[in-house]
């Protein structure tokens, strides 16, 4: 089983709102990763997490809060977004360590912020 | 600090053509890994292959191949007489071994479209 669930695949929400995006692996994987991706654009990574504690954060605003409440959970809870904050956002695993293993991704969620 | 760059934004060929996605790449270390993703409109990336430093081997899988070469420090991407079923966005992408999958840089993609 390769795979990689996000849920939902689509959401709209507004400035006020509190969402949060969840993202599921059962590979046994122990590093997941958020990604946004903006249209016509590569993926940017956020958010890294090892062995469920957060190892890189790549200085995302604080309306972006990730958690990772298991090995094989990932979440990221949205607060107070702005419309360019309108993206894709995928969530990835991998096993870990060096750039020998490769990440595998999800559908994405397509976050549209109002 | 590395960089992926794909100079060719869209391309548009006839099905059954071949197409070569280029990727060059600029790193200072001496082991490093490179991938191809591939991204159809349904939005996820799908691992096709992983590359490291010190195997310049090519490789072949059915339709797909790729070009490895660290003189000119390509990774290129060959389809063989392609199909609409190729349509999508690949990416390139390169992480150095420090950091492996951490910091994946990925390239800013090729939009390939198979006109039927």
């Known amino acids: 089983d390769t795979e990689v669930t996000q849920t939902p695949k689509h959401l709209v929400m507004g400035m006020t709102n509190k969402k949060s995006l969840k993202c599921e692996q059962h590979m046994g994987h122990r590093a997941m990763y958020w990604y946004k991706q903006k249209a016509k654009k590569p993926p940017e990574l956020m958010f890294v997490y090892s062995y469920e504690k957060l190892s890189i954060n790549e200085s995302v605003p604080s309306r972006f809060s990730p958690e990772c409440p298991n090995s094989s959970l990932l979440n990221l809870h949205l607060h107070a977004l702005q419309p360019e904050d309108s993206a894709l956002y995928l969530c990835a695993s991998s096993r870990l360590g060096q750039g020998n293993t490769e990440a595998f991704f999800g559908q994405g969620t397509r976050l549209t912020v109002v | 600090a590395q960089k992926v760059t794909q100079a060719q934004t869209e391309i548009s060929v006839v099905e059954k053509e071949d197409v070569t996605l280029d990727c060059v790449y600029e790193?200072?270390?001496?082991?490093?890994?490179l991938f191809w993703y591939k991204q159809p409109p349904s939005g996820e990336l799908v691992f096709l292959i992983r590359r490291n430093s010190f195997d310049e081997q090519n490789e072949i899988s059915g339709r797909y191949s790729w070009n490895f070469q660290k003189s000119t420090s390509s990774f290129n991407f060959t389809i063989t007489a392609s199909q609409v079923v190729d349509s999508a966005v690949y990416f390139c992408a390169l992480s150095e071994a420090d950091f492996g999958n951490e910091k994946l840089t990925f390239g800013t993609g090729t939009r390939l479209t198979i006109i039927p």
């Open positions: 790193t200072r270390d001496t082991t490093y890994y």
